[in-house]
């Protein structure tokens, strides 16, 4: 836990909380704090600042958070994501959130099983926890919108224009001619949108759809990799790409 | 199992193969052979091909392949990794595969607790057959090597001269100047070296050692990454960036 993520209003005016939760423990017996203490903490969907811990009764700490001024910047890349097994899910909200992701839209596809849709992997009071213990790893306050469809093609047709405004719109593929990262090349502050396909691939008729809705393909080379491989993979080459360069490299 | 890997000297002269394993339960079950089918299969280490079924008699199958005149050529992308903790390193080797290495070198630092090198995750028996899984997933047939060094000093100033001949050796870093991508300029058919430290990173005198011996500092971005996570990404952007451009970009 790089960052204690405390939820909006848990603070008093002043910037005083008490934690006596899983939060608490981590500071006590990871962090092994000390009245005079200072830890990193943010407010979800708010800024970072910093808690000095004040005092320590019971297991339950008290601190004092001054925040700064402005809350990080709402990652710039989107992921549309059609819905893999309950198992491999689990172990990606925390990932995704981790390596940054403004909404994350979980669709039906062929190739993805009905039955993947009726998990509790899909409960906010499932996925929320590890959208925000990706969030305290990676140091952000960000948490990622979630909306879930079970028709891809309502999705593409109907609902993706309002889900995602404006921007490039990528979809991985073997059949693209250069590495992601030349291809890749928004505009300034342009968002990007990463389709990720099921296990065995969108078929065609989706690949066919996502184009005619603005899709680009983009390469990423011949191995064909676990949806959670190239989830992760994908979204730190968009990340990378979407990363001011600082030297004279074009 | 997108490939079917055969082990050398499981074909006959002149390529053929019975199978009763795991790996006939797959084509029987899953790819539902009948006499006649094709499938694509590959030698560990060796060429890729195509392998026709003969016969299915009792849930053996008898195979006549037939393969490419060269192996798949060995992965540019070398990974020198703090050894995580067993949970982790598990579900990393097929990973790792499936992205493609040449060898990983696993490794001790500070902040590696001594006891995660007494696990039998690190055993050929554990890691191989899922180093397999991950070449089945990603169409490959080069096992990479696998190298355990309990002492950072010497694996550094002693034996990686030896592991690693001449190339680009990086390490991720959170006080580079620019992304990744823009960094890993290797020459053509350079080695790329690309080293992750543990949770909580690399401690000074092993930066400072990997520095002296060679390696640049590439920046991942400001947010912390679990090691596993890391991984991947940094494996996905050494890939990307060490593949040829068909554009215009540069």
């Known amino acids: 836990m790089n960052l204690i993520i405390l939820e909006p ?3 008093s005016a002043s910037g005083e909380v008490c934690l006596s939760d899983g939060r608490a423990a981590h500071l006590l017996n990871v962090l092994k704090v000390a009245p005079g203490s200072q830890v990193r903490v943010g407010i979800l969907d708010g800024p970072r600042g910093v808690g000095a811990v004040e005092s320590i009764v019971d297991a339950t700490v008290a601190m004092r958070c001054a925040f700064e001024p402005h809350a990080p910047s ?7 994501l059609a819905l893999p097994r309950p198992k491999v899910m689990r172990r990606l909200w925390a990932q995704i959130a981790a390596l940054g992701v403004g909404q994350i839209i979980l669709t039906n596809a062929e190739r993805v099983e009905r039955s993947y849709f009726d998990t509790h992997v899909l409960t906010p009071g499932c996925y929320r926890p ?15 919108g979630v909306s879930i469809h079970r028709q891809f093609k309502v999705l593409v047709e109907d609902e993706l224009d309002r889900l995602f405004t404006d921007g490039l719109r990528l979809v991985a593929s073997t059949i693209a001619a250069s590495p992601t990262g030349a291809t890749i090349r928004p505009g300034i502050d342009q ?14 008729f989706e690949m066919a759809l ?18 959670d491989t190239a989830c992760i993979a994908l979204l730190a080459l968009a990340h990378d790409a979407t990363t001011p360069r600082q030297s004279s490299h074009t």
């Open 9 to 11: 209003g848990e603070t």
């Open 74 to 80: 709402r990652p710039r890349v989107d992921l549309l």
């Open 130 to 144: 590890l959208l925000i213990e990706g969030l305290q790893q990676a140091r952000d306050t960000w948490l990622p």
């Open 191 to 204: 968002r990007v949108l990463i389709a990720v396909g099921p296990e065995g691939g969108w078929n065609d």
């Open 210 to 227: 996502l184009a005619a809705h603005g899709f680009e393909a983009i390469n990423m080379g011949p191995r064909t990799l676990r949806t």
